[in-house]
Each structure stands twice: as C-alpha cells, then as structure tokens.
C-alpha cells in the first residue's frame, strides 16, 4: 500500500466525461490498496475566460480580487469530480486551499507556498476517504486567496506529496511523459523515460510547460519522485528524479522554446563605472526580472551597448524605463523588439562535452537564422532569434542533434 498523489490538469477534466475517466482512474488507484489525494485544475480553458472577463472590466482588475475570481476554476471542477467519485460509491471529500492551509506569501498572481497542513488530509485518509483538492490557491497570513502563477496545480500537488511524505507524485496531463521537445509543434519528439530533476529544472524554466517551475523545485528540493503521464493512455510516461549515472551519457535531453520574450538594447552610452548599476537598479526597482544581459564596450570610442531581455508583460514598463534613462546619459538610441524567442538546448551530459553550442550556431545559420543574444550554462545553451522563425529552429535542431534517437 502506497500513498499517492494524483494531479489531473484542465484538458483531463475538460468536460463531465473526462471527469468521469479521471474518477474511474482514481477509483482504480484506491482499489489497488493506496492512499489517494487528488489535485485538479479548472477545467480546460476556464482560467483563461475568468481572466479575459475580468480584463474587460477594466484594464488593471485588483490583484487581490482577481486572485478570488481565479480561484473559483478550481473550486468548481474539484467539487464536481468529488460529486462525481460520490455517484460511483467513493467515500471522498473535497477542500479548497485554504482549507487545508496551504499558507502562501502574499504576491497575488504568483503566491509561493510556504507550507502546508497534512493533519486535515490524513484524518480524511485514515477515514478512507478519497481527498480531492482545488490546485492553484492558497491563503496567505491575514487569510486572502492567493493564486500560484499559470499551472500552478502542478505545484500543489508537489507541495502535498512533499508535506505528505507521500510515495509518489503523478502528474497526469494531455500527452505521455516529457518529451525531447514541445510534441505539439514537432511530431518526431521522443518520449523521455527518465529526466533528472535538474534537466527538468530547466526545460521547464525555458519554456516546456509540462510542468511548472517551481514544482520542480520543490520535488529536487523536497526529493519527491514526479510519474508525468496520459490521463487518456495507460502505460508509462517520464519519471523525474535525481541524477543518475547513465542521465550524463545523453548530452543533450531537449530543446525548448519561449515566445514569451522581449529584447531592448541601449545603444552607445556613455561608457564609465556605474553605468550598468545605475541603469539595472532603475529596472528592478521598477520589479521587472531581467533574463539574459550582454554589454559590448568600443574601447577607441568609450561607448558601450547595453541589451537586455525581460519577459513580454514586462515589455511597455522597461522600455519606458530605458527610454527615459537612455534620454538622461544621451545614449545614441534604444532599439526594442518584442517578436523574438529564446530556443534552448538542455542536457547534462553538456558538462562533461564540448561543441554543443558551435554545432547549434551551425544549425541556426545553416537555416539562414539570426542569433541575437546567446547565454550558457553548465547544462544549457539559449539563443535569441527572431520569433518568426521559432519552430523552424526547433525542428532543425532536434533533427541535427538526433533526439528522436534518444536513449533513455
Ligand atoms: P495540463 O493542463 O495538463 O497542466 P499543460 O498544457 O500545462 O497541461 O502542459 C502540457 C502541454 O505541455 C502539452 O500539451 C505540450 O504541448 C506542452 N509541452 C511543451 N513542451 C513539452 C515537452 N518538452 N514535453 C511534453 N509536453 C510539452
Ligand atoms: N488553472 C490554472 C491555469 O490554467 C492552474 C493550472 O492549470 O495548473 O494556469
Ligand atoms: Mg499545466
């Protein structure tokens, strides 16, 4: 007997059928002998309208009212499948965030949790009850409803697992495991059978949206093994662990790309010390998160070029900051763009090989794309391009590097 924790996102419970499979799945489960906690999402596409309603009000909704808005996705489609598990004989209860203290801080719209009360559960379980909960929320101290950021259920039911002791987290989802890249935009991505938490780590920060971010942190964090798998198949998808020995004989795991990216370059300032502190200061204090920075310096000229990425949300603000700080050191110009992409290559394996990165500005210039910006690290390699060209580059990419024959 095993405890486990299952979350279903919003395709999986998109409609009264799918909640009906996602019930029988969990009935399953709890006949083999396990303990079960299920987390669900809204259902699918429900987030998204509450906040398209809540844009058409008006432009800038209240972040605290917003989060209560949000919060209800969750609310009706963790009650519906409770009422659902109740039509085919489960004992089971439903509990919404707050209800079994999943305290967060209080950043609406992209709350941390910072803990979270397994008493309630496991008096609920020790009754034999199925427990379902509403993914997505919590309560911070003075007892608001906050919200987890986009695919935040993810999160909770890591969060649960961990606080649980529980034996596994299984993260049921619209297709098999983690893939080599996005299957949605490359049909020969290869299924993942084992991933380290540290290469999942990144996929997910650079924009494979299997899982969200920060549950990934929490399960390296907390040591949580994640099952991501099909709600609609049996059969296994991709296991998420800790690094294992043959992980590093793979050298590149994946390639992902966010479209969410934005570029502003400050063109020739002034160059002497202070400058880059002066100007960055003035861009976290306005709270926006700068990604990737490069500075060029033209020594005979004493000029140097500044550019810098930021997320597209964060687009007007850090221009109008730019623009005004460029105004004050008479730079020569701030040229921005918001069509670009980051295409990522991500493996373990990159630390113990060389020539990752020249053999993926050779694929990029092979196919007549542009490099913008590059950064790296021990384990991945990002380049900027223009976003029109975003799934050429993936395809191209995990064709040269052969992913669809990925072992393991
Ligand atoms: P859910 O609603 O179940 O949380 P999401 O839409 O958040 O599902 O995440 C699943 C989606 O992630 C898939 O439909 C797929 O298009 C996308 N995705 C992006 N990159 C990857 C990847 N490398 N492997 C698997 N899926 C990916
Ligand atoms: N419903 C939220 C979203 O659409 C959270 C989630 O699905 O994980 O982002
Ligand atoms: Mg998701």
């Known amino acids: 007997m095993a405890l486990i924790v299952q979350k279903y996102g919003g395709t999986s419970v998109a409609d009264l059928e799918r909640v009906r499979n996602v019930a029988q799945r969990v009935i399953e489960t709890k006949n083999q002998g396990n303990d079960v906690v299920v987390v669900v999402s809204a259902m699918a596409g429900e987030t998204d309208k509450l906040l398209t309603l809540a844009h058409e009000a008006t432009s800038m909704p209240d972040e605290r009212e917003l989060d209560v808005l949000l ?17 085919m004989g489960s004992p089971v209860k439903s509990f919404l965030g707050h209800q079994i203290k999943i305290g967060t801080d209080s950043a609406y719209g992209k709350a941390r949790i910072t803990s979270v009360d397994a008493d309630t559960i496991f008096s609920e379980l020790r009754e034999g009850r199925i427990v379902v909960v509403a993914g997505f929320q919590g309560e911070d101290e003075a007892g608001n409803i906050t919200t987890l950021g986009r695919g935040g259920s993810d999160t909770t039911a890591v969060a649960i697992a961990a606080a649980l002791k529980a034996d596994l987290c299984e993260i049921y989802t619209d297709v098999d495991g983690v893939f080599t890249a996005n299957p949605a ?66 050298v590149v ?60 949300a964060d687009f007007p ?13 008479e730079a020569r110009e701030v040229i921005a763009e918001d069509e670009v992409a980051k295409i990522s290559m991500i493996g373990v394996g990159m630390r113990g090989h060389s020539g990752v990165a020249s053999k993926m500005f050779g694929v990029l210039a092979k196919e007549g794309i542009n490099i913008k910006m590059i950064s790296t690290s021990e384990i991945k390699i990002s380049c900027i391009i223009d976003a029109k060209y975003t799934e050429l580059a993936v395809r191209a990419l995990h064709n040269a590097f052969e992913l669809d024959k990925r072992n393991g």
């Open 71 to 87: 919060a209800t996705g969750e609310q009706a489609s963790s009650a519906l499948l409770a009422i659902v598990l109740q039509s």
């Open 317 to 329: 603000q850090a221009l109008a900051v730019a623009q005004s700080l460029a105004k004050e050191l």
């Open 185 to 250: 935009i490359c049909e020969r991505a290869h299924k993942i059978n084992r991933i380290s938490y540290d290469e999942m780590l990144e996929m997910a920060s650079l924009g494979a949206k299997v899982l969200q971010t920060r549950s990934v942190e929490f399960a390296k964090k907390f040591g949580v093994p994640i099952h991501v798998r099909s709600s609609f198949h049996a059969g296994k998808g991709t296991i998420v662990c800790e690094e294992e020995s043959a992980m590093e004989e793979v």
């Open 253 to 312: 795991s994946g390639v992902t790309y966010d479209v969410n990216q934005a570029r502003i370059e400050i063109a020739q300032v002034p160059d002497r010390p202070g400058i880059a502190a002066r100007f960055f200061d003035a861009i976290s204090t306005a709270n926006i998160l700068v990604d990737m920075i490069i500075q060029t310096t033209s020594l005979e000229e004493g000029f140097a070029n500044m550019a810098f990425t930021i997320s597209k």
